[in-house]
C-alpha cells in the first residue's frame, strides 16, 4: 500500500504517518528530513530529489509532507490513499504551540537529526499567514478535485480521532 500524507503544518501530519507506519509495518519518509540536514540547514535539491526517488521505487510506503518539488505529483499518483489534514489555522497554530513546549530542545521522529524543535517568528508567520496563501489553497483544491476517489480529508480533532480509531478497517481494503 502507497499513502500520501499532506496537508498544512502543525495538522498532525507527522503523527499520524508515524501511526500508520508502526500499525501495517510501512516504511515512512518524512519529507522535513528530506529538506534538511542538521541545524536546519537546507539539503542540496538533487540529493533530496534523488532520496525521495529511491524511497518510492519500494511497493510499498507512507510519505508524509507537501514538497511539490519532491515529485508530489508523482506520489500523489502512486498513492493508493491521501490523507490531507485541513486544520483551521488557529488549530494549527495550537497545535504547533503545544508541540513546540512539550519537545523544546529535542529533535522528534520526523526531523532530520540536529534540528531542534523550534517555535520562531518565521515559523509562526508560516503558520498564520504564508502557508494559507491563495496559491496554495488553490493547489489543494487541484489535489483534492483530481484525487477525490482515493482523498480522505480531515478537518479537526475530532475527525482524526475518528479516522485513528478506524484506521485498520480502512488501511485493510
Known sequence: MKISIIGYSGSGKST???LMGQ??????LFLDTVQFTSHWQERNREEAL???KTFMEQDDWIIEGNYT???QEERLCQSDLIFFLNFSR????ARVCRRFFKNRGAVRESMAPGCEEKLDWEFVKWVL???RNKDNK???????EQYKEKLIVIKN?????????????ILDN
Open 69 to 71: 518539488f519532491f515529485l
Open 157 to 169: 480533532q475530532r475527525q482524526l480521532d475518528k479516522l485513528k480509531d478506524s484506521l485498520s478497517t
Open 50 to 52: 534523488a532520496m525521495v
Open 23 to 28: 500499525m501495517r509495518q510501512l516504511p515512512v
Open 16 to 18: 499520524l504517518a508515524a
Open 129 to 131: 499567514i504564508e502557508q
Open 138 to 144: 488553490e493547489h489543494f483544491s487541484r489535489i483534492a
Open 90 to 93: 488557529a488549530a494549527c497554530f
